[in-house]
């Protein structure tokens, strides 16, 4: 069993950035691959990035390559996500997910934090 708690959203201008955080409970984080997903009013929850259970492999969703960064630290069962250069369409809940199975597929991901909202202002 695994608890999420995503934590570091909020308001910020566009091009500026954020970094949300998602603690973890439970002594098998590490054995998990961890996500983040994003749904945006009106619409389907998104893949946005995740990271292997080691961190060494790290998997983004064409939209947020180059501007986010997804890291975990398996001894602090904390995984982050690094966002850059935020725009107006990166405004969402960002969920934190915690699963075994395919990387971006949200149906794969057995543990869902509460999300966390962010807005880009323009």
């Known amino acids: 069993q695994v608890q999420l708690v995503e934590s570091g959203g909020g308001l910020v ?8 955080s998602c603690a973890a409970s439970g002594r098998t984080f590490s054995r998990y691959r961890m996500g983040w997903f994003r749904q945006a009013p009106g619409k389907e929850r998104e893949f946005v990035a995740a990271v292997s259970w080691s ?3 790290t998997y983004y969703a064409d939209s947020v390559k180059g ?7 398996n001894a602090k ?3 982050y996500l690094q966002m850059n250069s935020l725009k107006p369409e990166d405004t969402a809940v960002y969920y934190c ?3 075994r199975g395919a990387t971006m597929m949200s149906s794969e ?3 869902w934090g509460q999300g966390t909202q962010v807005t880009v202002s323009s």
């Open 55 to 57: 961190g060494g492999s």
């Open 97 to 99: 997910a915690a699963g």
């Open 13 to 20: 201008q566009a091009g500026g950035s954020l970094r949300l």
């Open 67 to 73: 501007r986010f960064t997804i890291s975990r630290y």
């Open 109 to 111: 991901y057995d543990y």
């Open 77 to 79: 069962s904390t995984v």
